[in-house]
């Protein structure tokens, strides 16, 4: 499967930006899909995460009650919407697919497909 991230963009600190990861190649709808993000000088760290199906989703606790993390299967497209967005929050988004699973993994080597990235850049 091929995945590509867009949405990304300039926005000011308390704005709302979607990325959409959307997939080619095969359905979507058999991948779980995670959202990465890394920041200049830093680790890849995990951001949001849903199982094939959407019926479970994960975050990591810096994002929690801000973005949410959604999926479109029959348009093959999965969705993260930012909201009060924090400068902390720049860095480069990717999207990564993994096998169904029964839950939401938080690994990025636990993912074997990957896009490249969207920008996203919070100014204060």
């Known amino acids: 499967v091929q995945l590509q991230a867009s949405g990304g963009g300039l926005v000011q600190a308390g704005a709302s930006l979607r990325l959409s990861c959307a997939a080619s190649g095969r359905a979507l709808r058999t991948y779980s899909v995670g959202w990465f993000r890394q920041a200049p000088g830093k680790e890849r760290e995990f951001v949001a995460g849903?199982?094939?199906?959407?019926?479970?989703?994960n975050y990591a606790d810096s994002v929690k009650g801000r973005f949410t993390i959604s999926r479109d299967n029959a348009n093959h497209t999965v969705y993260l919407q930012m909201n009060s967005l924090k400068p902390e929050d720049t860095a480069v988004y990717y999207c990564?697919?993994?096998?169904?699973?029964?839950?939401?993994?938080?690994?990025?080597?636990?993912?074997?497909?990957w896009g490249p990235g969207t920008l996203v850049t919070v100014s204060s």
């Open positions: 849903i199982l094939w199906d959407g019926s479970r989703t």
């Open positions: 990564a697919a993994t096998q169904p699973g029964t839950i939401v993994v938080a690994t990025s080597t636990e993912y074997e497909y």
